[in-house]
């Protein structure tokens, strides 16, 4: 008894502060933990496991109305967040904020250019039922990976050989479809530019995966 009243008043009265009894309650109940990175929370196996089931019932629920799920990319441009301060008194957003690629620093605008580049492609040279899955992985201190991946019509051997080369359109690609043929080339070179590494795999008919080393 001594020990559960002990552990009642560790937990702050929710009438008192909401936030802080929200706090105690998920660290306690040993649902999450705090991690080494600012701003981010760990989910440990009971608080995943609670995340697993409202997942799972929210999209049941979402189907079920035939509302499709859809993977954004995970890094928006600053200047889009910027602009919240238009919108809102007091805006101050509360995010990580990628400005280094390995140790050189990243040109936002030339960055955005290579994930815009790559994203419209993957939609545009394929049926409007494609998936594109984008994934950020941190792979040490100063490098991560990024990888675009759709379940399109992909390329074949021939074509994927010289995918990054400047003008050349796939023989995949529609000739309704209009373009330079530079947009890949131009992904590739500022990629490069940042010390990166861009390199692509694919099999006909099995959809294409864009790896990106920064």
Not at 126 to 151: P, Q, T
Request: charged residues 30%.
């Amino acid at each position: 008894m001594a020990n559960e009243k002990k552990l009642v008043e560790a937990i702050t009265s929710m009438d008192e502060d909401f936030a802080q009894w929200y706090t105690d309650v998920v660290k306690k109940a040993e649902l999450t933990d705090y991690s080494s990175v600012r701003g981010c929370m760990i989910l440990r196996p009971a608080g995943y496991a609670i995340w697993e089931n409202i997942q799972k019932e929210l999209d049941r629920r979402f189907k079920e109305i035939g509302v499709e799920n859809v993977y954004m990319p995970l890094f928006i441009p600053e200047s889009l967040l910027q602009k919240e301060k238009d919108h809102v008194e007091g805006f101050a957003p509360e995010c990580a904020v990628v400005t280094k690629g390995g140790l050189d620093d990243l040109d936002e605008n030339l960055i955005k250019r290579v994930f815009i580049n790559l994203i419209i492609n993957a939609f545009l040279h394929n049926d409007y039922k494609v998936n594109v899955e984008v994934k950020v992985e941190r792979i040490n201190k100063s490098k991560v990976k990024i990888v675009i991946k759709d379940d399109g019509k992909g390329v074949s051997p021939k074509d994927l050989r010289y995918i990054f080369e400047r003008y050349y359109r796939g023989t995949n690609t529609s000739s309704q479809i209009e373009g330079s043929g530079l947009g890949m080339a131009i992904a590739h070179d500022i990629i490069e530019a940042h010390s990166g590494a861009i390199y692509a795999e694919s099999l006909e008919g099995n959809g294409m995966k864009i790896t990106i080393l920064l």
